[in-house]
Each structure stands twice: as C-alpha cells, then as structure tokens.
C-alpha cells in the first residue's frame, strides 16, 4: 500500500502562487506514479497533472498547462504541485494520489489506486 498525505494548501488572491505537497509513506520503494486532481464544490473530480516514477514523463490537464509544475523528489518521497498564476476557478480540494500503471493518454481518477484526503485551495479575486 502507499499512503499520500497532502499539505500546503490556504488561501491566495488571484494572480498568487502556491505550492501543494504530497509525501508517500508505505510501498514507496516501488515504480510508483503519482497524480493531482481537484474537486471543486459540485463539480466532478478533475484531472490536473501527473509525474511518472521516475520525473521522466508528466502530464497536465488543459485548464492549468503553463501555470501549473509538477515535480517530485524521490529521496523525500514527495511529489510537488507549483501553482502559478492562480484563478478563482481554480479553487478546490485538491487530491494527490499514486498509481502503478502509466497511461499512454491523460489519467483517469479510476486509474489512481491510492488516494489522499486532500488539501483546500481557496483563490480569491
């Protein structure tokens, strides 16, 4: 099992940055690839970035390419969500989760296998 605990969400006006943090614990020496998605107040669970194994690969989801890093630093065991240039849109929980399997297309949520609690980000404009 791998366990991600998120951190480092608040609150920022618009145009700021913030930076989210998932550390893994658990079946961390495995080929492990991590994933961010939001939930924003009744929406669905939306995609945002994700970061192979091993930082070679990573994905974005169109509503945050540009503005958005993802980054990992395995010796720590934590994967990084930079987020620049924020919108009030971007508001949402936003979860970190690790799956095994990379997909040649943009991850689904059914394609996480291990799911944190989530951190809120709040953007006010």
């Known amino acids: 099992q791998v366990q991600p605990v998120e951190s480092g969400g608040g609150s920022v006006q618009a145009g700021g940055s913030l930076r989210v943090s998932c550390a893994a614990s658990?079946?961390?020496?495995?080929?492990?690839?991590m994933g961010w998605f939001r939930q924003a107040p009744g929406k669905e669970r939306e995609f945002v970035a994700a970061?192979?194994?091993?930082?070679?690969?990573?994905y974005y989801g169109d509503s945050v390419k540009g503005r958005f890093t993802i980054s990992r630093d395995n010796a720590k065991n934590t994967v990084y969500l930079q987020m620049n240039s924020l919108k009030p849109e971007d508001t949402a929980v936003y979860y970190c989760?690790?799956?095994?399997?990379?997909?040649?297309?943009?991850?689904?949520?059914?394609?996480?296998?291990?799911w944190g609690k989530g951190t809120l980000v709040t953007v006010s404009s």
């Open positions: 970061i192979s194994w091993n930082g070679g690969s990573t």
């Open positions: 658990g079946r961390t020496d495995s080929s492990v690839n």
């Open positions: 989760a690790a799956y095994f399997v990379w997909t040649v297309v943009l991850p689904r949520a059914g394609d996480m296998d291990y």
